[in-house]
């Protein structure tokens, strides 16, 4: 029996090319930077280039945000998402623009997450024996079968009209619903208001301003697809808390475990242009960080809160004597009344110093970058030319406090607790709060900067 073999020809494999495309992004200080990309590259990507061009730390804060100015709105770009795609929806005569930034609560929801869903807001679908804690609560985001309800009062705007309505909604996996009779949950008074596939969220950036919006905590549903400001549908919440739990639980019932891998694999992208090699930034538990006392011959942890206390106070006076010691511009000590007035002007060069900003350029500055606690900035006071604020987040509001100027024997230093605590500039006092929660209500963790592209 004879085998005969066969030819066979198998079709010619024509290679995909993919088409380049430039795209134009946007830093705070509206500098830009042109980049030819392919046409799947996703967000994340574009941010991998950004960081690797500038040689940015990569803490996986940098985002990309959609901002739409004619009506007000703007979005976090999904690290997993198609930039062009996002690009295609946008109306030809739109001056929409893309921004690059840090957002440091993008994720944080997946790292704390009991400040995203307050009790108050939370309700089941079924029954549950004990207490849900709000780990559990982001599981059950994330799975197929369960799901938390999310409810509570937004202002709606009415169709066609300027008027808003106080509206009771409740939120569940298969879209946006509210209440036609008070606070009924009954299926004969819900009534649909908006689903996720075929919508994106964004935040109004100035609500009351734009769409006449009874608070500035506003966010709408927008189609995919380019429409005009009638298919919007706006909705402001009564505070930023109520907001952001209306904002995260949208986006994981929209994204789900999509945006786990994202948080967890941030360098799965297309591009292979990772930032392994680039170290990222110290990140370590608040938790896991303890006082110590290294004046005997073996160290020791300090339990007691008040001899904490006490030896941080004592750090923040040894700083101050050490900034004495600052070396001049030649390599050699300055003198005093000469080191007095740099000291006084040496912060003007730091990332986290603002200069003349108004307290609602802070705030707004702050909210952008993420209400997490200890995002923070310094920058001068409006009402007094010769003091300093610092301000902060803490429990996702944004408190300020004045740093006040006080002379010893002639030299002046910067203090934020009446003088207990005194240091000869900004840069020690800043150093200082970053490892001493002290008068303040959490350590400062994030400075918000404003980058250049």
């Given at each position: 029996?004879?085998l005969?073999?066969?030819?066979?020809?198998?079709?010619?494999?024509?290679?995909?090319?993919?088409?380049?495309?430039?795209?134009?992004?946007y830093?705070?200080?509206?500098?830009?930077?042109?980049?030819?990309?392919?046409?799947?590259?996703?967000?994340?990507?574009?941010?991998?280039?950004?960081?690797?061009?500038?040689?940015?730390?990569?803490?996986?804060?940098?985002?990309?945000?959609?901002?739409l100015?004619h009506?007000?709105?703007?979005?976090?770009?999904?690290?997993?998402?198609?930039?062009?795609?996002?690009?295609?929806?946008?109306?030809?005569?739109?001056?929409?623009?893309?921004?690059?930034?840090?957002?440091y609560?993008?994720?944080?929801f997946?790292?704390n997450p009991?400040?995203?869903?307050?009790?108050?807001?939370?309700?089941?679908a079924?029954?549950f024996?004990g207490?849900?804690s709000?780990t559990?609560?982001?599981?059950?985001?994330?799975?197929?079968?369960?799901?938390?309800?999310?409810?509570?009062?937004?202002h709606?705007?009415e169709?066609?009209?300027?008027?808003?309505?106080?509206?009771?909604?409740?939120?569940?996996?298969s879209?946006?619903y509210?209440?036609?009779k008070?606070?009924?949950?009954?299926?004969?008074?819900?009534q649909?208001?908006?689903e996720?596939g075929?919508?994106?969220?964004?935040?109004?950036?100035?609500?009351?301003k734009?769409?006449?919006?009874?608070?500035?905590?506003?966010?709408?549903?927008?189609?995919?697809?380019?429409?005009g400001?009638?298919?919007?549908?706006?909705l402001?919440?009564?505070?930023?808390?109520?907001r952001?739990?209306?904002?995260?639980?949208?986006?994981?019932?929209?994204?789900?475990?999509?945006?786990?891998?994202?948080?967890?694999?941030?360098?799965?992208?297309?591009s292979?242009?990772?930032?392994?090699?680039v170290?990222p930034?110290?990140?370590?538990?608040?938790?896991s960080?303890?006082?110590?006392?290294?004046?005997?011959?073996?160290?020791r942890?300090?339990?007691?809160?008040?001899?904490?206390?006490?030896?941080?106070v004592?750090?923040?006076l040894?700083?101050?004597?050490?900034?004495?010691?600052?070396?001049g511009?030649?390599?050699?000590p300055?003198?005093?009344?000469?080191?007095?007035?740099?000291?006084?002007?040496?912060?003007?060069?730091?990332?986290?110093?603002h200069?003349?900003?108004s307290?609602?350029?802070?705030?707004?500055?702050?909210?952008?970058?993420?209400?997490?606690?200890?995002?923070?900035l310094?920058?001068?006071?409006?009402?007094?030319?010769?003091?300093?604020?610092?301000?902060?987040?803490?429990g996702?509001k944004?408190?300020?406090?004045?740093?006040?100027?006080?002379?010893?024997?002639?030299?002046?230093?910067?203090t934020?607790?009446d003088?207990?605590?005194?240091?000869t500039?900004?840069i020690?006092?800043?150093e200082?709060?970053?490892?001493?929660?002290?008068v303040l209500?959490?350590?400062?963790?994030?400075?918000?900067?404003?980058?250049a592209?």
């Amino acid at each position: 029996m004879s085998l005969s073999a066969r030819r066979v020809t198998l079709p010619a494999i024509t290679p995909i090319v993919l088409q380049k495309r430039v795209i134009k992004v946007y830093s705070e200080d509206e500098t830009s930077r042109a980049l030819e990309v392919p046409s799947d590259i996703t967000a994340r990507d574009v941010c991998q280039l950004l960081i690797l061009k500038n040689h940015y730390i990569d803490d996986h804060s940098w985002t990309l945000f959609e901002h739409l100015p004619h009506i007000g709105l703007e979005r976090t770009i999904e690290d997993h998402e198609l930039v062009i795609e996002v690009l295609s929806n946008w109306g030809m005569e739109e001056e929409n623009k893309l921004y690059f930034r840090k957002n440091y609560a993008k994720y944080e929801f997946f790292k704390n997450p009991m400040y995203f869903f307050p009790e108050h807001m939370v309700s089941f679908a079924t029954e549950f024996n004990g207490e849900i804690s709000p780990t559990q609560i982001l599981q059950m985001f994330l799975s197929s079968s369960t799901y938390p309800e999310i409810h509570g009062f937004l202002h709606a705007k009415e169709q066609g009209k300027k008027s808003w309505k106080r509206i009771y909604f409740l939120l569940r996996r298969s879209g946006l619903y509210f209440s036609t009779k008070g606070t009924s949950k009954e299926p004969r008074h819900l009534q649909f208001f908006s689903e996720f596939g075929n919508s994106d969220i964004y935040v109004s950036l100035a609500g009351k301003k734009k769409h006449g919006a009874p608070t500035n905590y506003g966010f709408c549903f927008k189609p995919n697809k380019a429409g005009g400001p009638r298919d919007l549908k706006m909705l402001c919440a009564e505070e930023e808390q109520s907001r952001t739990c209306w904002v995260t639980a949208i986006r994981l019932l929209k994204y789900g475990m999509q945006l786990y891998q994202n948080y967890m694999h941030p360098y799965q992208g297309r591009s292979g242009c990772s930032s392994q090699s680039v170290s990222p930034m110290r990140s370590i538990s608040e938790n896991s960080l303890v006082a110590m006392d290294f004046s005997g011959q073996k160290s020791r942890v300090i339990e007691n809160p008040t001899e904490a206390l006490s030896v941080a106070v004592e750090e923040g006076l040894a700083w101050r004597k050490k900034g004495c010691l600052r070396l001049g511009t030649h390599g050699s000590p300055t003198a005093s009344s000469q080191s007095s007035a740099t000291n006084m002007a040496i912060h003007r060069s730091q990332p986290w110093f603002h200069h003349k900003i108004s307290r609602e350029e802070a705030q707004r500055l702050i909210i952008q970058q993420g209400l997490v606690d200890g995002v923070f900035l310094v920058r001068d006071s409006q009402s007094n030319p010769k003091t300093f604020v610092l301000s902060m987040s803490h429990g996702q509001k944004i408190k300020h406090f004045q740093i006040i100027p006080v002379e010893d024997d002639g030299e002046m230093f910067h203090t934020l607790d009446d003088g207990h605590t005194r240091f000869t500039d900004l840069i020690q006092l800043v150093e200082f709060y970053q490892l001493n929660k002290g008068v303040l209500p959490c350590k400062l963790k994030h400075y918000c900067a404003r980058i250049a592209l």
